[in-house]
């Protein structure tokens, strides 16, 4: 990728930076002084790694959650640290704390990208739930298996070492959760705090070793099609709406041709939640890029905005169609899909030992 500067003015407070992009237009001359970003799919290219294949029934054992902190007694106030002692359970009340940690980050490091990890993050805790296989059972959010470099080193996942080293203090700091749990609760407050709908979570995923990886190409292939985009989401349980309700995540960054090898945003607000890439994507005349890159669409009037190939598939295909309309017509009615989507997302292959009751909604930042 070659990187511009950073165009937009840093914010200074928590709300100039949850509201410190507009979805409108601009200007093709504006447009082109602007660093937008993404949260896209990076998608194949790379050399895939030995795949690491999983049977219905593995037979390794998962790596408990790492307690050696956690269980460990402390004579002074630790609540700030995240340490608790051998009996403590966590409460919603200890979650929020971890969201607030998360939240506060976003805001203090605000230089990747277009101003927030916020995409990048989202993106991680994706990528780590999306390699769910329903029929064997395999793969999923629980496990955070994308530690070890088969997984890590997969093509869809380039550039997601941004987003694991981002939290990584927030483990050291919090040492009782799990990655597994941290990761999809950091994807939640990246959603909340770039204005999107609030979405349900609960805990309960454990830490898994590096028997678990799952073999590479379990994630969408942004060059192909909508027969593809119903295999890979068909094979986690999810239908047609579903499937267009989590593409709304492209309202968010841009792709990167170091990673994926395609290049832009989809949208002029890439740290802020709307559904404008549904908007466009109706909206906007969009031709071939002319490039020496993999084939994209770009907009015709500002030349600033991309599409892939899974994206037009979307406004292409006569049964995703009536979705896209939908939700570009109505935020609220995207928002609502779209929260459904991703807590479904988020939980997929997580033997959790409590039921939905248990989930909780995090306050997000003020």
């Known amino acids: 990728m070659h990187d511009i500067p950073l165009a937009f003015p840093r914010h200074a407070s928590r709300q100039q930076f949850r509201r410190g992009y507009a979805s409108g237009r601009i200007s093709q001359a504006e447009s082109s002084k602007s660093l937008y970003w993404g949260l896209g799919l990076a998608l194949t290219g790379g050399v895939g790694f030995v795949a690491y294949s999983q049977t219905k029934n593995p037979r390794a054992t998962p790596i408990k959650q790492d307690l050696a902190n956690s269980q460990r007694s402390d004579k002074k106030d630790n609540q700030d640290d995240g340490q608790k002692n051998d009996e403590w359970m966590p409460k919603q ?201 993999p084939r994209q669409y770009q907009d015709k009037e500002t030349k600033s905005l991309m599409m892939l190939p899974t994206d037009m598939a979307l406004v292409q295909d006569d049964m995703f169609k009536p979705h896209v309309e939908r939700y570009a017509k109505d935020e609220a009615v995207f928002f609502k899909e779209f929260s459904d989507a991703v807590c479904k997302l988020f939980e997929l292959g997580v033997p959790f030992t409590v039921g939905e009751d248990a989930r909780m909604e995090l306050k997000r930042s003020e």
């Open 93 to 293: 009340e200890d979650y929020q704390k971890v969201y607030d940690a998360i939240a506060e980050k976003f805001v203090e490091e605000d230089e990747y990208d277009d101003g927030s990890y916020g995409p990048v993050v989202l993106r991680l805790a994706w990528h780590a739930s999306g390699t769910y296989d329903a029929e064997t059972g395999t793969g999923g959010s629980n496990g955070a298996t994308m530690r070890f470099d088969p997984e890590g080193d997969h093509g869809a996942n380039a550039g997601l070492k941004n987003a694991r080293d981002f939290l990584a203090p927030l483990k050291d700091r919090f040492p009782w959760i799990s990655y597994s749990d941290l990761w999809t609760l950091a994807g939640v407050c990246a959603i909340q705090e770039m204005q999107g709908p609030t979405v349900p979570w609960r805990p309960g995923r454990q830490d898994r070793d590096i028997g678990f990886c799952t073999p590479d190409g379990r994630l969408p292939d942004g060059a192909k099609g909508p027969d593809h985009l119903r295999a890979i989401f068909g094979r986690m349980g999810f239908d047609d709406r579903e499937i267009v309700a989590l593409s709304g995540a492209h309202a968010l960054g841009r792709c990167h041709t170091d990673r994926s090898g395609f290049e832009g945003p989809w949208t002029f607000s890439p740290t802020t939640l709307t559904n404008d890439f549904f908007k466009f994507l109706l909206e906007t005349e969009w031709h071939w890029r002319q490039w020496d890159g």
